[in-house]
């Protein structure tokens, strides 16, 4: 399987409830980041997952925190979600080095 | 405090003529950076990148020159065409390999036919 597939493309969710975001990796990718993506700004690290352990992490609160699985795919979840959430969520794998970074094409997340 | 910095935030160009995208840095410990463009709806795509310990890094119609004492990168593309209309990022991270990448806000590339 190749590419990154991310789940849901669009959500839209109310202050204070929790979500999880879901993304699928390129088969062998066993390194995976989570970028948050203000409007009009750049993407920004929150962290990254390599083998099933978090091994490095951005400015971002503990309310936010993510899984890997053996199978690739990876979880984001956020937590006590607030009105600043909102944004594109996207996750990136990847199997060597980080111009090998294949980024998938984000979850927009709403928070009302 | 941003630490990658693309001041400006749209550029248009006619095609065929030089597209220059600028990017100034100040965290003196960036050893890697790296071009992206995105499409809207698409995620970032990896362009070309180059390290430190170079001035000049060529791929096609791409190329990235970077100036590590003023702390400030281009990317020119040559000849622009249609399809490079994007939004262009630049990125840099600590060391080649690593996935903990800092972004600029990008620049929003209008190619005129």
């Known amino acids: 399987e190749t590419g990154v597939t991310q789940s849901p493309t669009h959500l839209i969710k109310t202050r204070g409830q929790q979500v999880t975001l879901r993304c699928s990796s390129q088969s062998g990718h066993n390194t995976v980041s989570w970028y948050q993506q203000a409007l009009g700004q750049g993407p920004q690290f929150i962290f990254q997952y390599y083998r099933e352990e978090e091994n490095g992490r951005g400015n971002f609160p503990p309310r936010f925190s993510g899984l890997q699985f053996p199978n690739y795919s990876s979880e984001l979840n956020v937590n006590a979600l607030e009105l600043d959430d909102s944004a594109l969520y996207l996750c990136?794998?990847?199997?060597?080095?980080?111009?090998?970074?294949?980024f998938g094409s984000g979850t927009r997340l709403t928070v009302v | 405090d941003q630490q990658v910095k693309q001041n400006s935030p749209s550029l248009s160009v006619q095609e065929g003529r030089i597209s220059i995208l600028n990017c100034d840095y100040t965290n003196s410990m960036f050893d890697y950076f790296l071009w992206y463009k995105k499409y809207p709806a698409e995620g970032p795509t990896f362009l070309i990148s180059i390290s430190s310990i170079k001035d000049k890094n060529e791929d096609g119609r791409f190329t990235v020159f970077l100036n590590k004492s003023a702390k400030h990168l281009s990317l020119h593309i040559v000849p622009s065409q249609p399809g490079d209309s994007a939004v262009y990022f630049c990125?840099?991270?600590?060391?080649?390999?690593?996935?903990?990448?800092?972004f600029g806000k990008g620049t929003k590339l209008s190619v005129i036919p």
């Open positions: 990125a840099a991270s600590e060391q080649a390999g690593s996935y903990q990448l800092t």
């Open positions: 990136a794998s990847s199997g060597g080095q980080a111009y090998g970074y294949t």
